[in-house]
């Protein structure tokens, strides 16, 4: 049961219809729409927003509308998915509390009987900073964790992550291997259909070593090399982390290698939400939710724009990298424990349907897919999406501008799903004019 579930049946008792429906029904709430106390997935409406306008003429649920009209048992909504009726609802209020009970149609055009409970949402406090020490850690994606924290948007949180192996910041195992996550942090008033909003203030290293597998991952490599190399054995390359000179070098480097030192560029390979439905992932995936991205872009200064697809949001974040090539090549960064603060921001009712990215200099999209092509085509896609969304650009706008400032990073391609970044610069967008 989710956290929003928990709270919603709290704060909500089922009560008989009333014949009187107070004035102040119109606004916001949030609502759990269930059949037979269960979330079906086939419904067009299960968690979420819905939006009562002023009068309770009108409504709407993301992209589903509904006429309104008032009747002496409650508050008849009619629902209209792209053009066609989708059910019915009545909504009775009491106590600013809101039931209800009616039928949608599910995927195969079945009127299903439903319930809805709804509060509305908290007010809004004054923004805080937050440190939160982190005791517990998952190794899953997963709207059925308890949240470590619940925080509003404008919260700033100061915590710290794991090295991928499990370990802390003193080199002591405090988890499993395989990415452990910090979280999951819930993000009040943050339902489905939303955008959360990740600034990630700092990212720093917290200790001075770091590892790395000492060969290239199988799936980045031609069969015939790998059969060159499979008398060679596997392990790691240890790295030193120098934080004030910002720079890592080899510990016990070949003699070939033994000047060769990176400039450190620390990195989280885990941001995510929970994903949609009921799945639950393994913390070395990665989709629309983002996830396992392991893009070098997902670093200090940055802020990480991720559909929500549960109430709450979910937010877990883990898998420092000091420094990361493109492509994650050995299947692992430098890798290592993290010191990370982040901010929390929220957009309502939209989002792009997978991870974007912002930094100073340019605006990025993350594509994944279970193919490198299949991963450019979604990143291209969704790149163009955003641009006429954004800039109204019809695709005859949007051909040029792409085919003159694109640029692509190969993020991740030795995972379950690779990740293309498909990267545009502020300055070219700044000549479009609006």
């Known amino acids: 049961m989710t956290a929003f579930v928990r709270s919603i049946g709290a704060a909500v008792a089922i009560i008989a219809a009333s014949p009187a429906l107070a004035a102040d029904i119109s606004g916001t709430w949030d609502v759990a729409v269930r059949e037979a106390g269960a979330r079906n997935f086939y419904l ?145 008033g943050a339902m489905p259909g939303d955008t959360l909003v990740v600034h990630l203030d700092r990212v720093r290293t917290n200790r001075d070593s770091a590892y790395q597998s000492n060969l290239i991952a199988s799936s980045a490599l031609e069969a015939g090399y790998l059969r060159s190399i499979a008398h060679l054995e596997g392990g790691f390359t240890q790295w030193k982390l120098d934080a004030a000179a910002g720079t890592a070098s080899i510990v016990d480097p070949s003699a070939r290698m033994s000047g060769y030192t990176v400039r450190l560029s620390p990195m989280l390979g885990c941001v995510g939400v929970a994903p949609p439905r009921d799945e639950v992932l393994g913390s070395g995936h990665l989709g629309p939710f983002g996830g396992n991205m392991d893009s070098p872009e997902v670093r200090e200064g940055a802020s990480l724009y991720i559909p929500v697809f549960q109430p709450g949001a979910l937010l877990f974040l883990g898998d420092g990298h000091a420094q990361q090539g493109d492509g994650e090549l050995p299947g692992q960064g430098l890798e290592t424990s993290m010191d990370v603060q982040f901010r929390v921001d929220l957009i309502p009712g939209k989002a792009l349907g997978q991870p974007r990215l912002e930094n100073a200099d340019s605006v990025m999209i993350m594509g994944t897919g279970g193919t490198l092509d299949a991963a450019m085509k979604s990143a291209t896609t969704q790149m163009s999406r955003w641009l006429a969304d954004t800039y109204g650009l019809t695709p005859h706008d949007i051909a040029p501008l792409l085919g003159t400032a694109m ?12 990740n293309v970044v498909a990267k545009i610069s502020k300055d070219a967008l700044a000549r479009i004019r609006k």
């Open 44 to 188: 067009p409406m299960t968690d979420g927003r819905l939006v009562i306008e002023p009068g309770g003429q009108a409504a709407h649920f993301n992209a589903l509308t509904f006429a309104a009209s008032r009747g002496a048992d409650g508050l008849h909504l009619a629902c209209m998915a792209r053009g066609k009726p989708c059910g019915s609802l009545v909504l009775q209020l009491s106590d600013d509390r809101l039931t209800g009970k009616g039928t949608l149609n599910d995927g195969d055009g079945l009127a299903r009987p439903v319930t809805l409970q709804g509060v509305r949402p908290a007010p809004r406090r004054a923004p805080r900073t937050i440190d939160f020490a982190p005791t517990r850690f998952h190794n899953v994606y997963s709207p059925a964790i308890a949240p470590v924290l619940h925080i509003q948007p404008g919260d700033t949180v100061h915590t710290r992550t794991l090295d991928s192996r499990g370990y802390d910041r003193d080199g002591t195992p405090r988890a499993p291997r395989g990415n452990p996550l910090t979280g999951p942090f819930y993000i009040e």
């Open 407 to 418: 640029q692509y990073r190969i993020a991740e391609v030795v995972d379950s799903e690779f």
